[in-house]
């Protein structure tokens, strides 16, 4: 026990939560047609790549996601895609995967890791940098990635299509390669 005080007290030993829930991939569906997604300004804390249970900003986010019926809300601070509520997001443009660098205003994920990796091993270029809002809003596909969403084609964004309004070429070839990671890496018994 210790006093009240935003400073660590010393000596102090860490509580420990765990909590675990079926893992329930995308619908067949949601991976054939793609998704809607809704856009706001990242208001979130600039410490955004440090995971805690500290998501009242991504909540809030995620809610206004569900009220416009979106899977998700893709996000921008100062002109720039950060990333969703609770998903990282991928543009592309002109056969070219794109996605913001991984720094303090996004949460690294293990699926990003992997999704970068499968697009290079599947011989797509890939580009990490800024991308400007206007290059989202005229991409010729836009996903969202997360461990629940997998890799999900955005088709929809703010009712507008997205490229021809459907799932992309650079997408389905990225998706399968994921599946294809899936059965081999992480189905595999043990």
């Known amino acids: ?28 569906e949601l991976v054939d047609t793609g998704v809607s997604c809704i856009t706001a300004t990242d208001y979130r804390w600039l410490k955004c790549d440090v995971k805690s249970v500290s998501l009242l ?7 206004s996601a569900a009220e416009a019926d979106a899977a998700e809300v893709v996000l921008f601070r100062d002109g720039c895609l950060t ?25 690294p994920g293990i699926t990003y890791d992997v999704v970068l990796e499968l697009a290079v091993a599947s011989g797509i270029p890939v580009e990490l940098r800024a ?9 010729d596909e836009l996903w969202v990635t997360s461990s629940s969403k997998e890799v999900l084609a955005v088709t929809l964004l703010d009712g507008k299509p997205v490229g021809n309004g459907k799932p992309g070429p650079v997408f389905r070839t ?11 890496v992480m189905r595999q018994a043990a």
């Open 83 to 107: 990333e969703a509520s609770a998903s990282n997001v991928f543009v592309v443009r002109k056969g070219k995967l794109l996605a913001p660098p991984k720094n303090h205003l996004i949460l």
């Open 131 to 139: 991308i400007p809002e206007h290059e989202v809003r005229s991409a």
């Open 57 to 63: 900003a991504n909540c809030l986010l995620r809610q």
């Open 174 to 184: 990225v998706y399968q390669a994921f599946q294809e990671f899936k059965r081999k």
């Open 1 to 28: 026990m210790a006093k009240r005080d935003h400073a660590f007290p010393k000596g102090n030993k860490p509580t420990v939560f765990m909590m675990s829930s079926p893992l329930v991939t995308p619908a067949k």
